[in-house]
């Protein structure tokens, strides 16, 4: 989990959601709009330090869009995603880094307010009643709930010293089971790469389960087509090293390697993916 968003910073995608009809329709279309082609420009951006540099304008400006339409839940769900992600991947300093992720877990939770008035404090509810909701959310929203898991996720990676902040994992998990649930192939399979890596964040002898993580990561990379080669680092460091399988987690690099980055809205997690790629090939022979 202290690394898990970090890797989720480009698959922000936003599915906006349009709420009201006459002129304040058309106004909120053209946000949206304006929303989706900014981060798909960010998604297929080939310098990492280019988007570094220069996200921080855009976070300015969905911020601004917000406080002018607080109730247009595309635009939560971007601001959701887009501030925690930058906040973990590119903040160094931890005190900003919170307040950045602070900020996408409240807009996380007022996309999902917005979409269904009793979850409001979803998150406070106990956990038998707040699996219980989950099951209320529908298809229509898998984009909203995702968000709210996502952003809840980076929130809780910046305040790992937190006990009660740990303890709401599980909630988190149940969140994105409920995604797969209702569209597993929400966000090219992003639910099962996080579920992947959760079912890997204890030992096996201490309740890890490596082999329903191995089950998520293949589906990850099947239902991205190959395409997403983030899929398969997550699957050689979080599964294949925890089995201490040599042989897997470098063929499944050296794919990573050999394969093209460019890909529609896919460049640049997979560019990132090589990066990583590059560091846990290295130290390999190290660690096993």
């Known amino acids: 989990m202290l690394q898990l968003i970090r890797i989720f910073f480009v698959i922000a995608v936003i599915a906006p959601t349009l709420l009201i009809g006459g002129c304040s329709f058309i106004a909120n279309k053209a946000t949206n709009a304006l929303a989706n082609s900014i981060t798909n420009g960010i998604l297929n951006q080939e310098d990492p330090r280019i988007v570094k540099d220069g996200a921080p304008a855009y976070l300015l400006l969905i911020g601004g869009l917000i406080e002018d339409n607080p109730k247009n839940t595309g635009l939560l769900v971007a601001g959701a995603r887009l501030y925690g992600s930058y906040g973990s ?41 707040y699996t219980a909701f989950l099951k209320h959310i529908d298809k229509r929203d898998v984009a909203v709930l995702y968000a709210y898991a996502v952003s809840w996720a980076g929130w809780i990676q910046l305040h790992t010293d937190d006990l009660n902040a740990v303890a709401s994992i599980p909630k988190v998990r149940a969140a994105m089971e409920r995604v797969v649930e209702l569209d597993d192939r929400h966000d090219g399979g992003g639910a099962h790469m996080y579920l992947g890596v959760l079912a890997t964040l204890l030992p096996p002898s201490l309740g890890g389960k490596p082999k329903k993580a191995k089950m998520h990561f293949e589906y990850a990379i099947n239902i991205s087509g190959n395409r997403n080669l983030m899929a398969r680092v997550l699957f050689a460091e979080r599964y294949a090293r925890t089995v201490f399988n040599k042989k897997l987690h470098d063929r499944l690099l050296k794919e990573v390697l050999a394969s093209k980055v460019k890909e529609p809205g896919l460049t640049l997690m997979n560019i990132l993916a090589q990066e990583k790629a590059r560091k846990l090939l290295k130290s390999s022979k190290n660690y096993f």
């Open 89 to 129: 991947v590119f903040v160094d300093e931890p005190d900003r880094a919170r307040k950045m992720t602070a900020k996408a877990w409240s807009y996380g939770r007022r996309a999902l307010c917005q979409r269904y008035k009793q979850a409001c404090d979803l998150h406070k509810l106990p956990f038998q009643e």
